[in-house]
């Protein structure tokens, strides 16, 4: 449970694909914050679904990297 509530009339598009389930609760957060969540969203689609490296790869990336960092994200 986060620490700032989630905003229940999300007005930003669901997140679809690998590794999305968790990242929804993160932009109902900021979604408090439109502003901010568009860019973040917008940064993060471009990191991980641009580019030569596939998807799968990027986000086994992301997952170790939070492990790394005692992330739970």
């Keep these: ?3 700032i509530p989630p ?4 007005e930003l598009a669901p997140l ?3 590794g999305t389930v968790s990242m929804s609760m993160l932009f109902s957060v ?8 568009m860019q973040s969203r917008q940064l993060l689609e471009t990191t991980m679904r641009a580019g030569t490296v ?6 086994l ?3 170790r990297v939070s492990q790394v ?4 994200y």
Excluded at 54 to 59: A, C, I, M, S, V
Excluded at 69 to 72: G, I, P, S, T, V
């Design 30 to 37: 900021m979604a408090l914050r439109p502003d901010i969540a």
């Design 69 to 72: 960092n005692h992330c739970h």
């Design 16 to 18: 679809t694909g690998p």
């Design 54 to 59: 596939e998807p799968k790869l990027k986000e």
């Design 61 to 63: 990336l992301a997952i």
């Design 1 to 3: 449970m986060p620490r």
């Design 7 to 10: 905003r229940d009339d999300d």
